[in-house]
């Protein structure tokens, strides 16, 4: 049996989730239901004194750890999957590693998320099967340094796969809510 091409499998997991699942998901998005708090205590994404947005955290995490937006959740994937792994992989500088630009609102959230999935799997689809076995090195934490970039591939794939799959419910949730039924109005 033929050793598995890495660059087209985790491709190919990734682009069938984006265009069968993911993305016709998030039609539709708008800034009531990306900032919507379904409890009280949730993390969102939050207007600054500056005018930017800054991301609800806390280090450690609390326990339990609070329920997040879709703002947050979204902003997540876009910030910390996968901009800043583009910026420490492939270059680029999308991501100031000190302030983060966190998404402002639906429609920003979106493009970004569309540039960012299209970048990362551009630079992906460029590497080789020695790529994907080489260690990942000084780019990441230790954690993951030693490990080869097709288990990062394939963690941030379970990453996108699971936040999104949280957005989903967040948005079934949202759209199932007396306040935002159509027969409630």
Same mark, same amino acid.
């Given at each position: 049996?033929?050793a598995?091409?890495?660059?087209? /499998?985790?491709?190919?997991?990734?682009?069938?989730?984006?265009?069968?699942?993911?993305?016709?998901r998030?039609?539709?998005?708008?800034?009531?239901?990306y900032f919507?708090?379904?409890v009280?205590?949730?993390?969102?994404?939050?207007?600054?004194?500056?005018?930017?947005f800054?991301?609800?955290?806390?280090?450690?995490?609390?326990?339990?750890?609070?329920?997040?937006?879709?703002?947050?959740?979204?902003?997540?994937v876009?910030?910390?999957?996968?901009?800043?792994?583009?910026?420490?992989?492939?270059?680029?500088?999308?991501?100031?590693?000190?302030?983060?630009?966190?998404?402002?609102?639906?429609?920003?959230?979106?493009?970004?998320?569309e540039?960012?999935?299209?970048?990362?799997?551009?630079?992906?689809?460029?590497?080789s099967?020695?790529?994907?076995?080489?260690?990942?090195?000084?780019? /990441?934490?230790a954690?993951?340094?030693?490990?080869?970039?097709?288990?990062?591939?394939?963690?941030?794939n379970?990453?996108?796969?699971?936040?999104?799959?949280?957005?989903?419910?967040?948005?079934?949730l949202?759209?199932?809510h007396?306040?935002?039924?159509?027969?409630?109005?």
């Amino acid at each position: 049996m033929a050793a598995p091409e890495w660059g087209a /499998e985790i491709l190919g997991q990734l682009e069938s989730h984006w265009a069968r699942t993911m993305r016709p998901r998030l039609q539709g998005l708008d800034d009531d239901e990306y900032f919507w708090e379904p409890v009280e205590g949730c993390w969102s994404v939050r207007p600054r004194p500056d005018g930017g947005f800054g991301l609800d955290f806390a280090r450690p995490e609390p326990d339990p750890p609070p329920v997040t937006t879709i703002a947050w959740r979204l902003s997540h994937v876009i910030v910390v999957v996968l901009e800043a792994r583009i910026d420490r992989h492939f270059g680029g500088s999308a991501v100031p590693p000190e302030e983060p630009v966190w998404p402002g609102g639906a429609a920003q959230a979106l493009d970004r998320l569309e540039r960012a999935h299209r970048r990362w799997c551009g630079e992906v689809r460029k590497l080789s099967e020695a790529d994907f076995a080489a260690p990942v090195g000084a780019a /990441e934490t230790a954690e993951w340094a030693q490990r080869p970039f097709a288990a990062l591939a394939l963690h941030v794939n379970r990453e996108i796969i699971h936040h999104h799959a949280e957005i989903a419910l967040l948005r079934d949730l949202y759209r199932a809510h007396p306040a935002h039924r159509d027969d409630a109005l």
